[in-house]
């Protein structure tokens, strides 16, 4: 939380996206950790009916988020991006192409150590 002190703390929200391979979720908070605007592809393609893993999806969803962060008077982000789905790139560039400022992009997809166990080897 230290270097987010450097930022303007008054018009600077966290955005996370969530990116899996069937959906990608969006979500805007401020430095409250209150959250100000959710979106998700599931959501934004419900009237197409479309398919949640598409990655044109993520960057409709970005845009419905970009337009609330505007209308309550966010000028600048940081994007923290987890996960390995196919709307990861595309949402990012949602909000690049917008009028908000990107301040960062934080990878913050866990990592494992050292994984699960393998199995036993077979013998013969």
Do not use: W
């Not at 934004?44 to 209308?71: C, D, I, N, P």
Request: glycine content about 8%; charged content about 25%; hydrophobic content about 35%.
């Amino acid at each position: 939380m230290t270097f987010i002190k450097q930022f303007d703390v008054k018009r600077l929200a966290i955005i996370t996206i969530n990116s899996t391979q069937n959906n990608t979720i969006i979500s805007a908070r401020d430095l409250n950790d209150r959250i100000i605007t959710s979106s998700s592809v599931g959501l934004a393609l419900k009237k197409r009916r479309g398919k949640k893993s598409v990655a044109s999806g993520a960057q409709l969803s970005s845009g419905y988020v970009v337009s609330k962060l505007t209308s309550l008077g966010y000028s600048k982000i940081i994007i923290q991006v987890k996960g390995f789905g196919r709307g990861r790139e595309s949402a990012i560039y949602g909000f690049s192409s917008s009028t908000l400022v990107i301040q960062r992009v934080i990878d913050v997809t866990p990592k494992p150590h050292n994984g699960c166990r393998p199995k036993k080897s077979r013998r013969i």
